[in-house]
């Protein structure tokens, strides 16, 4: 079009410059943002299930419970613990005891005292549930001295408090449907919403007095109240199985998790049991393509088995993508082209298939055939215990002390791919004990990236969606969506807004 218009374009003469004034919104168009504005802040929940943080569903429950209680610690955006309700901790490594003195002057949401005894009862629930018994596993006992509470482990983990992010609640209250807590909200049965805590340790200083609870037992009817803005906030997995398709205008939010996507490698039979040959994939693999032609940028591209947004990742080893580099490491480690590889992935999930697809046409552009099997959850878990792969894509959910004993120690649970050296039992455990961790770290990854049992692909995000202006100012964590509560602004209409 451009093309041929140009024989109609006449050049004039320039006009006197003047200065540019700022534009100043329409009034029109302030009135109809105004009027898009609820004039409530509304969350889903299901009513009739229970909001106890050890044992509520995922989801939205979680994201409402959030908002009902706080742990010993809290974890900031880049997965570093932060005192929350422990005042203060003194550790002795020999021992294996951490003594945490509780802050003074927290109450819970009906005036009782935080009591050394809410926090054993808390910690040790959570020790036999499901979601957090493997985090705390290496917890052998909790007591309580003298209004401390004193926990005490089976083998040194300077990390601990990483780890204790757990929901406290008040004692005797754990088997109703929302336990008493500490947090900026309490829940108000009658009234289906969140009250502001009034008697908040951090001051009253939350957004809103009162956020209302919304009724959404499935997943199709939460997202209808959300496209219709009965309700203003959920959080997603946008790359997950059953992934969020929403529609309007909406603001995005991603957090860091510490959702590790990798390859595994069978490190005992065929051709991966050779380190070269695996050391040469881990430089064929292009993770920021990868995150951002099939993850639409909900991740972070990551070479060592830590996140990225963690300051201990050891952004100095790594290396540029390269095709020259893989191809010249491929042929270095000689490998000889034979049977292709056997790479498995679950079929379920759309975006991973997608990207094993991806993985396998590259590496066999360059002479090392892949094949994908695509297997049902069942039969792909069944293919990975009795160890009939090549490669298969893995998925597992890491604790923020980086402890990566369960994937990469001997015997492992999820260690598939059999992976067994004295040298990785060895700095993994070091990481565990040491009171410089980034050295240890940076020690761990090094020797990761000669031996190369796994590669690591990304970490994954979760997303927090919202109504397009309503909150301004929120930094979500994984853990936490309205991590900020005390300085982010909710935008209402009329009398309610702030």
């Known amino acids: 079009m451009l093309t041929g218009l140009t024989g109609c374009w006449q050049m004039e003469e320039p006009e006197e410059e003047l200065p540019m004034q700022p534009m100043e919104e329409d009034e029109e168009a302030r009135s109809e943002k105004t009027a898009a504005l609820p004039e409530q802040l509304a969350l889903p929940y299901s009513p009739g299930r229970t909001l106890d943080p050890i044992i509520c569903a995922d989801g939205m429950q979680q994201v409402v419970a959030s908002l009902l209680y706080e742990g010993l610690f809290r974890l900031n955006g880049q997965m570093e613990p932060e005192p929350c309700l422990c005042g203060s901790y003194s550790k002795d490594e020999e021992s294996r005891r951490y003594v945490f003195e509780l802050r003074e002057g927290v109450v819970f949401s009906d005036g009782s005292p935080l009591t050394a005894k809410d926090v054993r009862m808390s910690l040790d629930r959570a020790r036999q549930s499901p979601r957090y018994q493997s985090r705390l596993s290496g917890i052998t006992s909790v007591s309580v001295s003298r209004g401390k509470v004193v926990v005490t482990l089976s083998s040194p983990n300077t990390a601990l408090p990483a780890l204790l992010d757990v929901p406290i609640m008040k004692s005797g209250t754990q088997n109703t449907a929302a336990p008493t807590g500490t947090g ?5 049965e009658a009234g289906s919403c969140l009250v502001a805590n009034q008697s908040w340790w951090r001051g009253a200083n939350q957004a809103m007095d009162r956020i209302t609870l919304v009724e959404a037992a499935d997943q199709d009817t939460l997202l209808y109240r959300f496209s219709s803005h009965d309700v203003q906030v959920i959080t997603a997995d946008l790359t997950g199985t059953s992934p969020v398709s929403t529609t309007g205008r909406i603001d995005c939010l991603d957090a860091d998790t510490t959702i590790l996507q990798y390859l ?11 380190a070269a040959v695996r050391r040469a994939l881990w430089r064929g693999v292009h993770r920021e393509y990868l995150v951002n032609a099939f993850l639409s940028g909900h991740g972070r591209p990551a070479q060592f088995p830590v996140s990225p947004a963690s300051p201990l990742y050891p952004a100095s080893l790594e290396m540029e993508y390269s095709l020259e580099a ?9 490998y000889t082209p034979e049977a292709p590889l056997i790479l498995l992935v679950n079929e379920e999930n759309s975006f991973k298939k997608a990207i094993a697809d991806y993985l396998a046409e590259s590496f066999t552009t360059v002479g090392l055939a892949i094949e994908v099997r695509s297997l049902p959850w069942v039969e792909y878990t069944a293919a990975l215990a009795a160890g009939n792969f090549d490669l298969y894509y893995g998925e597992v959910r890491l604790s923020a002390d980086w402890r990566l004993t369960s994937l990469l120690g001997t015997g492992g649970s999820l260690n598939y791919g059999r992976w067994t050296n004295p040298q990785t039992d060895q700095l993994i455990a070091a990481l565990g004990a040491s009171e410089d961790r980034a050295a240890a770290m940076q020690a761990l990854c090094a020797h990761l990236l000669t031996e190369a049992p796994i590669l690591p692909l990304c970490f994954k995000s979760t997303s927090v969606l919202s109504q397009a202006g309503v909150l301004e100012g929120l930094t979500p964590t994984a853990a936490e969506p309205f991590y900020n509560l005390e300085s982010f602004t909710v935008h209402l209409r009329g009398e309610n807004a702030s």
């Open 264 to 274: 595994g490698c069978n490190t005992v039979n065929g051709p991966l049991a050779n």
């Open 184 to 188: 900026p909200y309490l829940y108000e």
């Open 326 to 334: 893989f191809t010249q490491a491929l042929t270095a480690s000689g």
